[in-house]
């Protein structure tokens, strides 16, 4: 393992840990210490463990889908742009979450409105995708474009309808926002069974790249293969959109930072990628929440705010 892989993946607890330590409330690193080893006062114990551990956590797992989710996808549709919104799922969940909100629904509702709609993308681009003959990349790319066009039609029908009072909630949403995140069980849990399936096919994955006609001289099952990454990615997206809204960015520019130092292999790319990009949200997170305190910042808005640069300044040292 290259020496820099270590450091990527020495950040994912130093990133929680910094979460933890970081918010609105200042907290002497004396006192989280304490309070992590089981001490501590009860207010100091009730934002590091009821607040601030699960939203840290929450936000790792929620990057580590998204990035996940767009280094699959880059393979899949051989696209170097390809991100997990390509596929409509973003734009679905943000429709059926907002109509709900617009109606008044509880959050339990919100969430169930925001995956049905999610649900009706994903479904729609395997629908229209799959042929008997495989996967046809340019297919997914137009629909998932047309089905983010019409998603995104019908949420700027709902933010011009919808009454004053809801609006900035509907932007946080639409902008990424980890503030009413809650359990992220279920994110985790999603998190652990689309890695562990999709890295029992990385060498696979390094085949398809060279071509599906390449692959399948090789030996490898093709369509069997893009179906099983387009199901893993959708489930990567959805789960990661319903916990955070709609946060961009995070799964197209993760892989490509990880590809310009150098790592193309998928058994290395794929769980370094669920590192970073958990790290890089989770550290965000940290920082919106305390840049502007008590004012809480979106954490998409930071994301590109940090990530934007970044790329640029590797993609203008790197031949």
């Not at 009454?163 to 980890?178: C, E, I, N, T």
């Not at 998409?300 to 790329?311: D, E, K, N, S």
Request: with cysteine; net charge neutral; hydrophobic share 60%.
């Amino acid at each position: 393992m290259k020496p820099s892989a270590w450091v990527i993946l020495l950040s994912v607890p130093v990133s929680l840990l910094w979460a933890i330590w970081h918010g609105s409330v200042d907290i002497p690193a004396q006192d989280l210490l304490l309070t992590l080893g089981g001490g501590g006062d009860e207010i100091t114990r009730e934002i590091v463990w009821g607040l601030r551990a699960p939203r840290a956590l929450a936000a790792f797992a929620c990057g580590a889908l998204l990035a996940l989710a767009g280094a699959l996808l880059q393979v899949l549709l051989r696209n170097p742009l390809a991100d997990p919104f390509i596929l409509g799922v973003s734009g679905g969940a943000s429709a059926g979450a907002l109509g709900a909100m617009m109606l008044g629904a509880a959050a339990a509702l919100q969430h169930l409105s925001a995956l049905a709609g999610a649900s009706v993308a994903a479904a729609a681009i395997f629908a229209f995708s799959l042929r008997p003959s495989g996967w046809n990349a340019y297919r997914v790319i137009l629909a998932g474009t047309a089905l983010s066009a019409g998603f995104g039609a019908i949420v700027s029908l709902l933010l011009t309808l919808a009454p004053a009072a809801q609006v900035q909630g509907m932007l946080f949403w639409l902008l990424g926002d980890l503030s009413g995140a809650g359990d992220p069980l279920a994110a985790w849990l999603v998190l652990a069974v689309v890695a562990t399936a999709v890295q029992t096919g990385a060498r696979q994955l390094d085949i398809l790249t060279l071509g599906e006609d390449k692959a399948r001289s090789l030996g490898v099952a093709v369509t069997a293969l893009q179906s099983l990454v387009f199901a893993a990615a959708a489930a990567a997206t959805m789960a990661a959109v319903l916990l955070g809204g709609s946060l961009g960015f995070v799964g197209l520019v993760v892989p490509h930072l990880l590809r310009l130092i150098g790592y193309y292999g998928h058994r290395a790319l794929l769980p370094l990628s669920v590192a970073l990009g958990g790290s890089f949200l989770a550290a965000a997170d940290a920082l919106a929440r305390s840049v502007a305190a008590p004012v809480e910042i979106p954490v998409g808005v930071v994301t590109a705010l940090i990530g934007v640069p970044t790329l640029l300044y590797l993609l203008m040292r790197t031949r």
